[in-house]
């Protein structure tokens, strides 16, 4: 490359990274954070007041994940023909109006029906960013992409948790929902003014810029051309064998992601014996943790090109570590920091998984793709909870841990049963470069 290209090059990333990720990022946080504040409301007084027993515990918590699906499909259709920007910037208007009303609810069932509606107004939410992302971000780079935005998990962990003890212990848990509603109306004006959808609509960047990122990802487009099935109907996107494949792993990792997520208040509430305050401060360690997983994992998989191996490795540390939490038991601090391992591998496959469907189908069939595997792979996240839950009003909660542990084990086996073309190189950046210049 030539200094020119060299200059072109540095100048798009840094562009792109400041851009168009912050925004998505926090309104994913802030999504997150009124999904799982429920996990900290529970032990604060919620199950208390409204008497709640551990399986409605758990049917409240996963409940949110059978209203997730409706949207799934719908929300990465919009993406890839509309505007992800309008549709999230509705969600947001949804997500605060719900959160405030929760916390006004006085029985479980306004409680569960809200949980539900919730599910409803997140569900296309995923999938509209990872296609947003795959509109700015080459594959070279999308493992990072993807894995920066799921970061939300950690991050919004790392703020929930401290500020859910705080609000609880200060006031009670019903302004714990009605301030974190307020928050997601005031990320409602970041998201509006900041945010573009594709290239072709940012008038921030520089037409030459543009051609460059236009081509490169419409290269990336030929290359799978004629390979995969262009129609993205729900029938063709359901008849394809991988698809399933994609959706059982994502299945069962998100019983293990949400499992420990929404019970790990409670756990560690009976660990340590401590009141909601403490609780949220040693929540404070496992999302930390995830942060660096998540990065770590995503950019040696980003280095190599290897998706498979990088998604199964995360997996199966996340389950040991669930093993190991409960066998340490008796020993508080080992046990501890075996929840702290599991938050290190929490997210760490996420951002690796989600490349997968980009480099299998076409921009028209991996939309739809995005929010089938989303939509019915987090069934998940209601069977996880729901299931602890049962397993511990009817057998004790190690046995609902060792539930999480085995459906992470079956996960990562899935990962090694993914097809070999999940691992396919890319051209590198400069030889994109320089076609994309050519094409231009």
């Known amino acids: ?56 515990a758990g049917l409240a918590g996963g409940i949110f994940f059978i209203g997730y699906l409706f949207l799934q499909v719908p929300g990465g259709k919009i993406a890839v023909h509309g505007s992800g920007k309008k549709f999230i910037g509705w969600s947001l208007v949804a997500w605060a109006v719900i959160s405030v009303l929760t916390g006004f609810v006085s029985n479980q069932y306004e409680l569960l029906f809200l949980r539900f509606a919730l599910g409803v107004s997140e569900g ?25 935005v799921i970061m939300f998990v950690p991050i919004a962990g790392i703020i929930t948790a401290p500020l859910s003890g705080w609000i609880i212990s200060v006031l009670d848990w019903r302004w714990l929902f009605i301030i974190e509603g307020i928050m997601s109306a005031a990320v409602l004006l970041l998201w509006m003014l900041t945010i573009s959808n594709r290239p072709e609509e940012a008038r921030w960047i520089s037409p030459r810029e543009k051609a460059w990122l236009i081509n490169t990802l419409r290269q990336e487009q030929q290359a799978i051309a004629g390979k995969e099935v262009k129609n993205a109907s729900l029938k063709a996107v359901l008849s394809d064998r991988t698809m ?3 959706i ?62 990088f998604v199964f490795l995360p997996l199966l540390g996340f389950a040991m570590c669930m093993f190991l939490s409960v066998t340490l038991k008796d020993y508080m601090w080992w046990s501890y920091a075996a929840l702290v391992g599991c938050g290190f591998f929490l997210q760490s496959a996420a951002g690796v998984f989600w490349t997968i469907p980009a480099k299998l189908f076409s921009a028209e069939m991996a939309g739809g793709a995005r929010g089938v595997i989303n939509a019915l792979g987090n069934l998940g996240g209601f069977c996880g909870p729901y299931a602890v839950g049962v397993l511990i009003t009817y057998y004790s909660k190690d046995a609902g841990v060792y539930c999480l542990a085995l459906s992470l084990a079956i996960a990562a086996v899935l990962a090694l049963l993914l097809p070999s073309k999940c691992d396919q190189p890319t051209k590198p950046v400069s030889q994109q470069l320089d076609e994309g210049q050519a094409t231009a």
């Open 248 to 309: 059982s792993l994502n299945f069962f990792y998100q019983i293990g992601i949400y499992g420990y997520t929404l019970w790990l208040p409670t756990i560690l509430k009976e660990l340590t014996n401590s009141g909601m305050e403490k609780v949220g401060m040693l929540a404070i360690l496992p999302y930390v943790g995830a942060m660096f997983g998540m990065y770590l994992f995503s950019t040696l998989s980003d280095r190599t090109g290897k998706r498979k191996l």
């Open 124 to 148: 296309g939410m995923l999938p509209v960013v990872l296609t947003m992302i795959s509109n700015w971000f080459p594959d070279k780079e999308r493992g990072r992409a993807n894995a920066i």
């Open 1 to 56: 490359m030539n200094i020119e290209q060299n200059t072109l090059l540095d100048k798009i990333p840094s562009q792109r990274w400041l851009r168009i990720i912050p925004p998505i990022l926090i309104t994913c946080i802030i999504s997150y954070m009124d999904r799982v504040n429920i996990a900290f409301a529970m032990p604060g007084g919620m199950d208390e007041e409204l008497g709640i027993t551990a399986s409605m």
């Open 244 to 246: 399933w494949q994609l």
